[in-house]
């Protein structure tokens, strides 16, 4: 798990910004007021555009408001599958002759959302073999259309770099690094791959998730930890839902499903476009508007209704697996830009921010009760309330009964002692690595669309240093009361499942 906490972890990248024709550095939120230029298309699309730096290059990030929190159990893992069906192309791109390719699609969509509905409500079926035959045989077909990784190719042959995408609970992103002079490409591009999307290869890529998570999830200790965790920590609240989806589900998750749920999220409402580097930043927009606002506008789906209901006391869960043990405990908290999010982020790096904070000297090199400790202070989203989380793995023979213990015990000292001193010494130092941390154009444009995309808008960003030298003393002791409490924690426990060795096979 990482350290970082999440909104500093992407205010690092773009802090300290060389003016261009100067050289001067000056304070990245001025700068950014100052230089970055917002838009809205007729149809609702966000732009932000940022002319800095040098060389002709420029970071694109396509990004939208819509991860795993937006799924129900239906959909769960809609959001991850449908950025990789994303990458399959269009009526134009990813195929050798889409006019015969177009026919099998749709016979492949109808045989296998039949196998699908056989294999939940009659698995026995006597039909099921011969669809499954003739599934294969429509695939192999097909196949003899597809031009593969149809992105990559075009980005590549035009001096592109990074070319990737992710999704997270919160938000899916699509980002790619070119030439200046590639803007028109780009734009062309990636407006088609929204306007015409064909979900080629669904079942393939389908079985393809199936087996990340096997070997991602389903085969680590801690990630099914975690996963079990934050199933427990969430009730309700659907950032319960894996990002991948559940074992369970991910081989059933319906392409009709899928293409609705593109149809219902993808839309000019939720989405940012990212342009960072040297530009002249009217013609961009000239031929942003061009490309993006053929897509249309569609309405908004409902927000996100449920909420998780307040802890009535310790949520607690253990799991055996063939691992090395470890413990996961987290308290609920509000949210960015609750002013007690950013007392919540100072507590993250106070306890676990390096080889000199508090748990690590404590549980790590003075105890030696953990081999490893850290905290995320918003897990596992932003968006909505989510959790101070802290991790460690125990050091044998102590066991994570041993290392909770112990646990308890620092961070309570922690909030009855910490110090000004303590504080100012790590704000200093979240401020320093902002002034000698030098921005790229991809690092300002993820920072800058992570903002405007989740948070709506780009300017948490250059007020971030302000909140956290905001943060007193008085507000992380009354951390303590409100969120780190018995009532208001889950607990998980890895035990390792595997028998203890011999006496004889220590010796």
């Not at 669904?202 to 199933?231: C, H, K, P």
């Not at 476009?273 to 942003?288: F, P, S, Y």
């Amino acid at each position: 798990m990482k350290r970082k906490m999440l909104h500093r972890a992407l205010a690092l990248l773009m802090v300290a910004i060389p003016l261009s024709g100067t050289g001067a550095i000056r304070d990245a939120g001025d700068y950014l007021d100052k230089n970055v230029v917002t838009a809205k298309l007729k149809n609702g699309i966000t732009i932000v555009l940022l002319d800095r730096g040098y060389a002709p290059v420029l970071a694109f990030e396509v990004a939208f408001r819509v991860g795993s929190v937006d799924e129900s159990y239906r959909t769960a893992g809609a959001a991850h599958l449908l950025e990789h069906m994303l990458f399959k192309g269009t009526e134009r791109l990813g195929t050798k002759d889409y006019g015969k390719e177009r026919p099998l699609l749709g016979r492949i969509e109808a045989v296998g959302e039949t196998i699908d509905r056989l294999k939940l409500t009659d698995p026995g079926n006597l039909m099921l073999p011969g669809l499954e035959k003739e599934l294969a045989r429509l695939q192999k077909e097909h196949a003899r259309y597809v031009e593969s990784s149809p992105y990559d190719a075009i980005y590549t042959g035009e001096g592109g770099v990074g070319l990737n995408a992710s999704t997270s609970r919160d938000r899916t992103g699509y980002y790619v690094q070119l030439p200046a002079s590639k803007l028109e490409l780009w734009a062309r591009v990636e407006s088609e791959r929204l306007i015409q999307p064909v979900f080629r290869e669904f079942y393939l890529e389908r079985s393809n998730v199936v087996q990340e998570r096997l070997m991602r999830y389903d085969s680590i200790g801690t990630g099914l930890l975690f996963e079990t965790f934050l199933a427990q920590a969430f009730l309700a609240h659907p950032y319960r839902h894996p990002i991948i989806g559940w074992r369970s589900n991910i081989p059933y998750l319906s392409l009709s499903e899928v293409r609705r749920f593109f149809r219902e999220y993808y839309i000019p409402s939720r989405m940012t476009i990212t342009i960072v580097g040297r530009q002249d930043v009217g013609e961009t927009l000239k031929v942003v508007r061009k490309y993006f606002e053929r897509i249309e506008s569609r309405p908004d789906p409902a927000p996100v209704s449920i909420a998780e209901p307040a802890p009535l006391g310790e949520r607690r869960v253990a799991i055996r697996f063939e691992s090395s043990p470890y413990l996961i405990v987290g308290w609920h908290k509000p949210a960015f830009p609750s002013r007690d999010n950013f007392a919540c982020e100072v507590i993250a790096e106070l306890l676990t921010g390096g080889k000199s904070s508090r748990l690590y000297r404590s549980l790590v090199i003075e105890r030696r009760i953990a081999s490893s400790v850290s905290a995320w202070d918003s897990a596992p989203g932003s968006r909505y309330g989510n959790l101070f989380t802290v991790f460690a793995a125990p050091m044998a023979p102590h066991t994570p009964e041993d290392l909770e213990r112990a646990l308890y015990e620092e961070i309570d000292r922690f909030f009855r002692d910490v110090s000004a001193g303590e504080l100012r010494g790590v704000v200093n130092r979240i401020e320093s690595e902002m002034v000698f941390g030098l921005a790229t154009n991809r690092g300002l444009a993820g920072t800058l669309s992570y903002y405007q995309t989740v948070h709506g808008d780009w300017r948490y960003a250059a007020t971030y240093l302000d909140r956290i030298k905001g943060v007193s003393v008085e507000d992380i002791r009354a951390m303590k009361d409100l969120y780190f409490t018995p009532r208001n924690r889950t607990v998980a426990i890895l035990h390792d499942s595997r028998p203890a060795p011999s006496k004889e096979a220590t010796e």
